[in-house]
């Protein structure tokens, strides 16, 4: 059974820097593209970053691309977000997402992906 299991968020000030980790067991995580997606509480969950198994194809979603990043050590069986320069606006429910990489382009939609964690909650001070 494939366990995702996200860790890193907390209260932070605007300005500051966050670095959520995603651990999968259960599963071939070398052969999975890795996302992120966040969700604040009466809207839609929303698509933040994906990462390639190989690591070598990243989309970071425009509005936090310059302050965001996407990585993964398949030997950890880890992906990361780098969150830098926080802001209000990033206060959400932060969820990473697995599915099989086929190669096929980016996974931006959440039916891209089969596996989910339990999301972590990110909040930022003004």
């Known amino acids: 059974q494939v366990q995702l299991v996200e860790s890193g968020g907390g209260l932070v000030q605007a300005g500051d820097s966050l670095r959520l980790s995603c651990a999968v067991s259960?599963?071939?995580?070398?052969?999975?593209?890795m996302g992120w997606f966040r969700q604040v509480p009466g809207r839609e969950r929303e698509f933040v970053a994906t990462?390639?198994?190989?690591?070598?194809?990243?989309f970071v979603e425009h509005s936090v691309k310059d302050r965001f990043t996407i990585s993964r050590d398949n030997a950890k069986n880890t992906v990361y977000l780098q969150m830098n320069s926080l802001k209000p606006e990033d206060t959400a429910v932060y969820y990473c997402a697995g599915g099989l990489d086929y190669g096929l382009g980016y996974k931006t939609d959440k039916s891209d992906y089969d596996y989910w964690g339990q999301g972590t909650q990110v909040t930022v001070s003004s």
């Open positions: 259960g599963g071939p995580f070398s052969r999975y593209a």
């Open positions: 990462i390639s198994w190989t690591g070598s194809s990243i």
